[in-house]
């Protein structure tokens, strides 16, 4: 039973596992953040109660890129929003009818499924700020969050 549970060298299984425990620690620790995603302000590209991992390295070589999910640090560690970045820094975005506007022009938004007729004036982006908003345009535009978020405040790029 022994041979069964530590191998022929118990040393040798004793160093892996304790390999193994530190590469999850790191992982998750440091790495990846694991998020549960609540509400259905980014359906359907991910639905209530969704498990998803935020990787915090994503952005440490290069600045997040529009049509990226990001995970967004709100009020303390635990309290975090997924959403889809649609302005950069320095750009105007607007929304007229439903349909997100960058600096005059149209955007693209193929994650987008359903789209209500929302209206929301012209914001001109700061150095480090992004616009930032869910894929589920359906919804009232009072239920839903988004808008301006900094830099410092994006935690990572979701994974799925």
């Known amino acids: 039973m022994r041979n069964a549970l530590f191998g022929s ?19 998750f620790g440091a790495v990846l953040l694991p998020v549960r ?9 991910s639905n209530d109660g969704a498990l998803n991992f935020a990787n915090r390295f994503a952005f440490a070589w290069r600045p997040p890129a529009r049509g990226e999910l990001v995970a967004i640090r709100m009020a303390g560690p635990h309290v975090v929003y997924v959403k889809r970045i649609v302005g950069l820094p320095g750009e105007r975005v607007k929304i007229e009818a439903g349909v997100v506007m960058i600096d005059g022009t149209p955007l693209l938004e193929p994650a987008v499924a359903y789209k209500a007729p ?14 930032v908003i869910g894929d589920n345009r359906a919804m009232a535009v009072q239920n839903h969050d988004f ?12 994974l799925f």
């Open 37 to 45: 995603e609540s509400g259905i302000s980014m359906q359907p590209t």
């Open 118 to 131: 929302w209206t929301v004036p012209e914001v001109t982006l700061g150095a480090d700020e992004y616009f």
């Open 147 to 158: 808008g301006r978020t900094t830099r410092d405040r994006i935690i990572g790029k979701m």
């Open 9 to 27: 060298n118990p040393r040798v299984t004793a160093i892996r596992v304790a390999a193994l425990v530190t590469a999850v620690v790191v992982v």
